[in-house]
Nanobody, 120 residues
Framework: VQLQASGGGLVQAGGSLRLSCAAS????????MAWFRQAPGKGREFLTV????????NYADSVKGRFTISRDNTKNTVYLQMNSLKPEDTAVYYC??????WGMGKYEYWGQGTLVTVSS
C-alpha cells in the first residue's frame, strides 16, 4: 500500500483544513487508517484512527471535538477534517495504515506527510 497525503497549507487560527490521504492498491478497505503529526522539535503524536469499515474511531484528547476522521473505501481515501485550528496544531501531518494496530503502535505503511501551518 502506498499512501499520499495532501491538503496541508497555511491557515489562520480558528480556521479549518481538510487533509486527504489517497491509497494505492485494492486492499485499502482491509486497513485501519490513522493520522499522526510531528511538530518542529517534537516527537510523532498519534491523533486518530478509523476502523477498516469506518464504523469505529478513536481520538487523542488534544484533538477530540475539533478533528474528525473519515474514509471513503470506494475512493481509497481517508480524510482528516480539522476545525478550530490553533497555532499549536502546526506540524507535519502523516497518514498511516495497518491491518491490526489500533491507536498508538506500529503501523506498516506511512505517507510522506503534509505540512500544516496555523498562524496566530
Amino acid at each position: 500500500v502506498q499512501l499520499q497525503a495532501s491538503g496541508g497549507g497555511l491557515v489562520q487560527a480558528g480556521g479549518s483544513l481538510r487533509l486527504s490521504c489517497a491509497a494505492s492498491g485494492r486492499t485499502f478497505s482491509s486497513y485501519r487508517m490513522a493520522w499522526f503529526r510531528q511538530a518542529p522539535g517534537k516527537g510523532r503524536e498519534f491523533l486518530t484512527v478509523i476502523s477498516s469499515s469506518g464504523g469505529r474511531t478513536n481520538y487523542a484528547d488534544s484533538v477530540k471535538g475539533r478533528f474528525t476522521i473519515s474514509r471513503d473505501n470506494t475512493k481509497n481515501t481517508v480524510y482528516l477534517q480539522m476545525n478550530s485550528l490553533k497555532p499549536e496544531d502546526t506540524a507535519v501531518y502523516y497518514c498511516a495504515a495497518d491491518k491490526t494496530t489500533w491507536g498508538m503502535g506500529k503501523y506498516e505503511y506511512w505517507g510522506q506527510g503534509t505540512l500544516v501551518t496555523v498562524s496566530s
